[in-house]
């Protein structure tokens, strides 16, 4: 229960970023600016965190996320953290490196995860191109 309490924290807490992003950001003078610049940099932290810690959450609490290495030791909270914050920045980023496996849920976690990173470039453009045409 405990999981699934803290997952949804994170979900609504990622959530809740990417509309502030949306809905709070002003374009000024038309062109990339350090405060958009702060504030992706921001969302981006928030995102991957985020996940890593549902990733971390779930593991530590039994629910297989990460395909099991050779050693069979009892997972620590350090460890997993670290783990799940590595993976999610990996999926966020698309990068893709493929040392980490997700199976069971992480797999579906880690398609909404990637949506999530492809799309927030390609929506922050389409929100300055339109915000550029409105000022016309």
Not at 6 to 13: D, E, H, T
Not at 14 to 41: D, K, V, W
Not at 72 to 99: A, C
Request: with cysteine; proline share 3%.
């Amino acid at each position: 229960m405990i999981t699934i309490v803290i997952a949804l924290i994170c979900f609504l807490l990622i959530a809740g970023s990417i509309r502030q992003l949306f809905t709070s950001l002003e374009i000024e003078h038309h062109m990339f600016s350090f405060h958009i610049f702060l504030t992706l940099a921001m969302l981006y932290t928030i995102v991957m965190i985020g996940f890593g810690l549902i990733y971390a959450v779930l593991s530590v609490q039994g629910v297989e996320v990460f395909m099991r290495t050779v050693h069979n030791d009892p997972p620590s909270w350090g460890h997993e953290l670290s783990k799940g914050i590595y993976f999610s920045g990996v999926t966020l980023f698309t990068v893709g490196y493929g040392d980490l496996m997700p199976v069971g849920w992480g797999r579906w976690i880690a398609i909404i995860e990637a949506m999530i990173g492809y799309t927030i470039p390609a929506a922050l453009v389409a929100k300055v191109w339109q915000s550029s045409k409105k000022d016309s």
